[in-house]
């Protein structure tokens, strides 16, 4: 029988639940007679999505628009300092009174942002809500106690992944089989304990699954090996055409992968 070999990653659940606020009156009239509702964005958190709930009566949905601006490092709105994020100012009416997401705007805590609607023009104001989710680059270093390694870890999208293979267990030749005899075992590239280190561990299927059905497998406590749903979860954040690509490792990342 073929021995499959696997590098290893494991996965932290990390999910971020939107925190969603909403606004059933604006809060004054601008300059343009356009009714308006501010929203400082909470510290620490991004401003991921948002919602106008609005009607205008002797006009079509799509014959309105509305305004989202973003005000960059206050709390207060500056008409000299503002760029205009979204504007319905369109006939498809599948934008309006729906969740629009504006992730890739960038909006961070250290702002405030706008949304503007033309009730000078007949439009009524029924609702605005906005939704935000924590800004988080890395989980934390992880630590593991069974041999005192540690490995980087990145969060991606509102999950938690190793950012290096797993190189735990105890060396042994590429053709041996691993076995289930209570030693986690280990290949290494080469048979070279030093490629172990570069690239991690080398396991078999059974195992990395530590000869189970546990979801832990050889993974650290409180980290898991990602289910097929996980991996989806992944695929869907980063495109599922562009998913391989952003996930590589370059030459820049670590030389000695060069």
Known sequence: ???ILLSLICFSPLCFTAQTTCFNTPDGTDASNWSYKDFIIPNGYKLDSVYMDATRIGYPISAYDWELEYCSGTSIYNPGNYIVAWNFNTINSSLYNSWINITSNNFTSVGMVRASLPTNAGA?????????SPIVSNCGILFD????????????????WMKQNLNYGTQVSNVTVESNNAITE???Y?????????????YTWDEAMNYGTNAQGICPNGWHIPTQAEWQV????LGSGNAGNQLKVTASDNPSWD
Not at 125 to 130: G, H, K, L, R, S
Not at 190 to 202: A, E, L, P, R, S
């Open 186 to 188: 280990k290949a290494c």
């Open 234 to 237: 992944l695929i869907n954040y």
């Open 1 to 3: 029988m073929k021995k």
């Open 124 to 132: 009524i104001w029924n609702q605005v809500c906005f939704a935000v």
């Open 190 to 202: 080469n048979n070279q304990v030093t490629d172990c280190n570069t690239y991690g561990g080398i």
């Open 145 to 160: 106690s069974r041999d005192g390694q540690t490995y980087q870890t990145v969060t991606i999208g509102t999950q938690c």
